[in-house]
């Protein structure tokens, strides 16, 4: 009997994978530009504005704030194929599916985030949601986190971050300032230990901002362990181990609270296939820095968390991003060459009280670059905290996943 012939590939003029910030923030602005076939691979029926889940975790703002369904976000006119992406061909341009479905591209915008590698810390992944273990970094966590905070009277909290690039740089820093400022009002935080646990020599790149956040931190009394991350996690016996990357030497700490950002990569499929940056030890994918074109498959875009570019993987970031890989990939479907250009431009709303943020925007040379220039955001601001609990939520479902801003 002769084998039934397989499938051609189902054909599409862009396929974007992922439908996050970036995957919905392209395809809405494709469909302006007037571009009618696009094809979009998301698995989630839910979408999520990640950012608010810091404030979510420092009770200024309910979950159900960042939530809203796929089919409410998605463009009118885009295809939206719920399946999860497996592989990717560029030479034959073709992306594989976990049902084996094969589809093939004239262009291809991939978007598909990153994974939090929970694993990455022994004995993180079976501590959290309970004995004092939590994370703003899951959304299921996030009301867990503030629970723990408003119920504590003493003992000692520590937060970590990771090394390696990690989506929303601050927030591991800002869920400690909530959660100090909200203790110093309630009048226990001089009962409570602090630590944070930060992998980098400093603060935060930017000088202005590295500071402002260790007057911060002073401020409230905080332990920072700069070139630093937690190395393993005791959940029963509620210990941490703190590794100090510059001596060598490790510390067993006993904790109350423990709020932990776990380590990030590319996912799997894209950190062993041939769009993998071999510069980036995390597998994510290689990109033009200013056409976030990959350098081998020009007909291959990247952007968002998964691309291996000298920035901070923020929303900010994403929105900045989008507009260039439209345009450009607008030029080539026109046969015209790549003209626009992203200058490495990230935010990122330091919220370091509970009415109070720094707003931290800069390019990638680390050069101050406010959108606001008669605005001081390098000092504490009520109005840049509304701005983050309201401005920028409604900013991001009626204008940026619109292709409006």
Known sequence: MTPAPAAAPSHHQVLIVGGGSAGITVAARLRRAGVRDIALLEPSETHWYQPLWTLVGGGQAPLRASLRTEADVMPPGVRWLRERATAVDPAARTVTTASGRVLSYGRLVLAPGLELD??????LAPALGHDGVTSNYRPDLAPLTWDFIRRMRRGTAVFTMPSGPVKCGGAPQKIAYLAADHWRKRGVLKSIRTILVLPEPAMFKVPVFDRALRETARRYGIEVRLNSEMTGVDGPAREAVLTDHTTGTAETVRYDLL????PQRA??????GPLADP?????????DRET??????????????????????????IRKQAPVVVSNLLAGLRGRPASARYDGYTSCPLVTARHKMLLAEFDYDLRPTPSLPFIDTTRERTDMWFLKRYGLPQLYFRAMLKGLA
């Open 118 to 123: 929970w694993d990455g810390v022994p004995g």
């Open 259 to 262: 709020h932990a950002v776990p």
């Open 267 to 272: 996912p799997r499929w894209l950190a062993d």
């Open 279 to 287: 510069q980036s030890p995390y597998g994510y994918v290689a990109a």
């Open 292 to 317: 976030l074109q990959h350098p081998d498959f020009p007909d291959v875009f990247v952007l968002g968390d998964v691309a291996n570019l000298p920035t901070s993987k923020t929303g900010a970031a």
